[in-house]
């Protein structure tokens, strides 16, 4: 099998899986991540088509038909390439990378042409089979009427067909349905002039925003972090005081913890993933059986929500209740499929109101500033707020930033180590997230990595969602040995058990990517910015990065003038996504 060696003993795993791997040919990474994503029925579930093995994060094509000719050898049947499971399965393979592209749909040419590619024969029939199983429905739209259509056109244009997973083509709907509830059910949550008093002496935007939050069922608030913040608790904190039941929902607890400005008004929207599902499958704490108790919810950070979350969080919004959102539109779009805040903006379904920055938010929010209008310059920092260290390569980038973190920060301004992030555009290289958090943890917390390279006293993130984490939520490990760890996710919580078949699950949590990170602000973050990268860099992950930190900010970079180039010329990868057409049906 293409750059694969052979198995690893793995005492967690089901030795069923295990023995079809070995025979296989495969090593016991593999068939660890196929228990992760497949659940507890991997084995059978492999035994019955090979080629879900396509579905492991991981697994390229020829690796999966590899995979294939050796589970189905001596069993007779149709030639690989023929084989229809192979066909349904490059289908759901498609659509899958294009999911991680950010794409909820693809047009059936799309699909089409990506199968070619992979001379998969007879796509159509392969796209109809992956239809009949399911896990790819097919979606149709009628177009919309224009009514400059010329004269004499007897013959209305044909119905527009999409493709998409199941996964994400129906919460997308459900969102789309459940942002169109909450707009029609709505009535103020004040009366005039209860608001009026309100509103008085505010800044007109924040008069605005107050206005829209209290009279319609969704708005939308677009800003700096900063100034995100403040009104999200203004709103919630104005509505309270005349008996509105009155939440901010974040995305993880940590989060909620970080704005303790407003404490008592925040619930994290968390999520749960029993032992023994496939990964992926996440119920949310809060959904439609355990709706948030709440007439007003307000969600600063709607910018990370995908289509999944938002399906969750409308879910759990009950008819009546206002939603806001708020996210900065120079942002990344979330990890995860859609871009459900810029969407939702540009359906012209919502009021959106346009925040200005605060006055006196500091160097750091400056510089972020500045950035968003595509200028990376020098900003005055008395207090050494915000710090440029360049590198001359990726190793000594990663030098700087242990540095930074373990001495520096600490010293010169007072942060403790567990207040300071480190933030990289990707996980891999020299410079990535898992090169930064071996060198911090040989620094911070050496030992031998007791369960799944995790020792007590290691600072994690969750990848995938364990137990009650969410994804992107931190902790520490407080136990870790060959069964298992518990970590605690804060100060006095509970720890949680990660049995050894989940740690997987977690990454080191000193450093993260962008992506995994942009759930929490913290105190300082230290952005490293490596050579290597310079591919992936653009503006929205600046200002993504950049926004993360709330008093300091140090840049590390090795990539030369790419940052800068990065973040003058403004690139935007567009995502193929329906909520806005659901919107305006």
């Not at 795993?13 to 507890?40: K, M, N, T």
């Not at 995860?336 to 359906?347: E, N, Q, T």
């Not at 030369?560 to 996504?577: F, H, M, S």
Request: glycine letters at 10%; a negative charge.
């Amino acid at each position: 099998m293409p750059s694969m060696t052979s198995p690893t003993s793995d005492p967690a795993l089901d030795p069923g899986l295990a023995e079809l791997f070995s025979s296989a040919g495969v090593p016991g990474a593999y068939a660890r991540r196929a228990a992760d994503r497949l659940g507890d029925r991997a084995a059978d579930l492999l035994r019955e088509d090979p080629w879900r093995l396509l579905r492991v994060p991981g697994v390229r094509p020829e690796q999966a038909d590899h995979f294939a000719r050796r589970v189905l050898e001596g069993r007779g049947g149709p030639p690989i390439p023929d084989d229809l499971r192979r066909g349904r399965a490059f289908v759901v393979h498609v659509l899958t990378e294009a999911a991680r592209q950010g794409h909820t749909v693809m047009t059936p040419q799309g699909v089409l042409a990506a199968l070619g590619a992979l001379r998969v024969p007879e796509p159509e029939r392969a796209i109809e089979a992956a239809l009949d199983e399911a896990d790819v429905v097919a979606l149709w739209e009628e177009p919309a009427f224009d009514d400059a259509e010329p004269e004499g056109v007897d013959e209305p244009p044909e119905p527009e067909e999409s493709l998409g997973l199941a996964r994400y083509a129906l919460p997308e709907e459900e969102a789309a349905e459940g942002l169109r509830r909450l707009t029609a059910t709505a009535e103020p949550l004040l009366p005039r002039d209860t608001l009026r008093s309100l509103r008085d002496g505010l800044p007109e935007d924040r008069q605005l925003a107050l206005t829209a939050a209290a009279g319609t069922g969704v708005s939308v608030l677009h800003g700096a972090p900063d100034d995100v913040e403040r009104t999200a608790v203004l709103i919630a904190r104005g509505l309270a005081s005349e008996g509105v039941q009155a939440v901010v929902v974040t995305g993880t607890a940590a989060s909620a913890r970080a704005m303790d400005s407003a404490r008592g008004l925040f619930e994290a929207l968390e999520g749960e993933c029993p032992p023994g599902t496939a990964a992926g499958v996440v119920a949310f704490g809060r959904g439609e059986q355990r709706p948030l108790e709440a007439r007003l919810v307000v969600v600063p950070d709607a910018g990370s929500l995908d289509v999944e979350t938002a399906a969750a969080l409308v879910e759990a919004c009950a008819d009546g209740t206002h939603l806001v959102l708020g996210g900065d539109p120079a942002a990344l779009p979330p990890t995860g499929p859609g871009r459900v805040l810029a969407d939702l903006a540009a359906s012209d379904t919502v009021p959106v109101i346009e925040l200005e920055p605060g006055d006196g938010d500091g160097p750091a929010a400056a510089f972020t500033a500045a950035v968003r209008r595509g200028e990376l310059i020098a900003v005055e920092a008395p207090g050494r707020e915000v710090v440029v260290v360049p590198a001359g390569d990726d190793r000594e980038a990663v030098h700087r930033a242990v540095q930074l973190v373990t001495d520096s920060i600490p010293r010169a301004l007072g942060i403790p180590v567990d207040d300071v992030q480190v933030v990289t555009p990707t996980a891999g290289g020299h410079a990535g997230a898992t090169a930064l958090n071996a060198a911090l943890k040989a620094r911070l917390n050496p030992g031998p990595g007791a369960c799944g390279g995790f020792d007590t006293g290691d600072r994690v993130i969750v990848a995938v969602p364990v137990g009650r984490a969410a994804a992107g939520e931190t902790g520490t490990v407080v136990a870790a040995s060959a069964e298992g760890l518990e970590v605690a996710f804060g100060p006095g919580a509970e720890p949680i058990a990660v049995p050894a078949a989940l740690a997987s699950r977690l990454r080191h949590g000193w450093a993260a990517t962008v992506g995994q990170a942009r759930g929490t602000r913290r105190p300082a973050v230290v952005a490293v910015f490596p050579e290597e990268s310079a591919a992936a860099l653009s503006r929205p992950l600046a200002v993504t990065a950049f926004g993360l930190a709330r008093r300091h900010l140090s840049v590390v970079h090795s990539a030369g003038p790419a940052l800068a180039r990065a973040v003058r010329e403004e690139v935007v990868t567009p995502r193929d996504t329906r909520l806005g057409r659901l919107l305006n049906p």
